[in-house]
């Protein structure tokens, strides 16, 4: 294990996203007793300036570390029990700090979506990780937490009233008002850069189980035209989201040794409502969405986001539905009280950092998704403290 001198470093706090993670660890972790943390980026100056302007402690401690310095970012990574990385795409900025943590025995929390890169980092250092006592967790914001745990969560219901988990789950998207992060659209960006760069990449990004090596399951609906939903009674649309959220979930079932079955088959849709207009709806979504992704830069650049009130106004209402063989069905719900991409996930990122350090400090070494690390445990902290409900629903 490595040094203790820091419990957590906030890396990127200079970021629009890493500053919401200083913010709310300087918030809700500070006086005796507490979490000892430090401010980590690129420039000295700019983090004074993100510690004065969170009111952040003045005795903060501030860390000087750069991506394309090597020895700069083992430096920081040889102080601490754990880093919060908020640096992507993590395909460009992310692989030496991975390696750094898996050989140091470094735990490391990010937000990535970036599937390709993260079987190659899995492919790289799981190994290395479980010899030296790191614990990864990819995929700590809204992509994945919500609907990986989602998933757990109803599956932990159907145990309870059909008697098992069941080998199909439906994740619907009921209601969302707020941005994907700028971060996130430049990730799909320099995914679908890579990909052209090097086309055997597009087997992996089409591939619902690139995060599960030596498995193949069943196979997964597509998920990329609109559909009519007979059992929620509603069209459906695609959702961006689903093909990094789906494939986390499926690496959630091989982790925790496939209670949910290698039978097991889960998508992701965004619903419409019923009818004529549900059906125009899914089809305006889909235009949207193309229209979005062939015009990327509109989104926010990274750095950039939407202002503490956009935040505070913006929610998600996820629903998971639980299928038997038999047609029996369990649902439950997953709220959210910030905009995804920003507002919750700097919650969400923190408190499984927190939660791996108090909560749950004997889950094993390797690359985990962290549902499948800290399940009930994670799930109480970010109801207890980032503003999320899970509710099983009649």
């Given amino acids: 294990m490595s040094s203790s001198k820091f419990d957590i470093i906030v890396y990127g706090a200079t970021g629009f996203t890493g500053q919401l993670v200083a913010e709310y660890l300087a918030a809700n972790y500070r006086g005796a007793g507490s979490l000892k943390w430090a401010m980590a980026g690129r420039s000295m100056d700019k983090l004074a300036a993100v510690r004065d ?40 900025y992310g692989s030496e700090l991975v390696a750094l943590c898996a050989a140091s025995g470094t735990d490391y929390f ?3 979506g ?21 614990r990864i967790a990819f995929s700590c914001g809204f992509d994945s937490l919500p609907f990986e745990l989602g998933v757990f969560f109803v599956q932990e219901a159907a145990k309870k009233t059909l008697g098992a ?38 087997a992996l990004l089409q591939n619902p189980f690139v995060l599960t090596p030596g498995f193949e399951g069943p196979k997964q609906p597509r998920g990329n035209k609109p559909l009519l939903d007979e059992d929620m009674g509603s069209w459906t649309a695609p959702f961006v989201m689903a093909t990094i959220n789906t494939r986390n979930v499926h690496r959630s079932n091989l982790l925790m040794n496939f209670p949910y079955g290698k039978d097991f088959v889960y998508d992701e849709m965004v619903l419409t409502g019923p009818g004529e207009q549900g059906e125009a709806n899914a089809k305006k ?21 939407p202002s503490k009130e956009e935040q505070e106004n913006g929610l998600y209402d996820l629903l998971f539905v639980a299928i038997a063989p038999d047609g029996r069905q369990v649902r439950a719900a997953v709220k959210g009280d910030r905009d995804p991409g920003y507002g919750s996930t700097s919650k969400m990122i923190s408190e499984c950092a927190i939660c791996l350090l108090r909560d749950t400090p004997d889950v094993p070494a390797g690359i985990w998704t962290p549902g499948a690390a800290m399940g009930d445990r994670l799930i109480k902290r970010l109801v207890d403290h980032a503003g999320l409900t899970f509710e099983v629903e009649k």
Wanted: a neutral charge; one cysteine or more; hydrophobic letters at 45%.
């Fill in 53 to 92: 302007a969170i009111g952040a402690p003045a005795d903060t401690p501030l860390i000087v570390a750069d991506a394309g310095d090597p020895a700069s970012l083992k430096a920081m990574v040889d102080q601490t029990k754990s880093i919060i990385s908020t640096v992507g795409p993590y395909q460009l």
């Fill in 110 to 112: 990010d937000l990535c």
């Fill in 114 to 134: 970036e599937p390709v890169w993260m079987r190659q980092m899995i492919d790289a250092h799981e190994a290395t990780a479980k010899a030296s006592g790191a």
């Fill in 165 to 202: 988990p069941v080998n199909r789950v439906k994740g619907r998207v009921r209601d969302m008002k707020g941005t994907f992060s700028g971060g996130t659209a430049a990730s799909v960006k320099a995914t679908f850069a890579a990909a052209a760069k090097d086309l055997s990449l597009v």
């Fill in 285 to 305: 979504l889909v235009a949207a969405v193309n229209a979005e992704r062939m015009g990327a830069a509109s989104g926010p650049k990274p750095g950039e986001g």
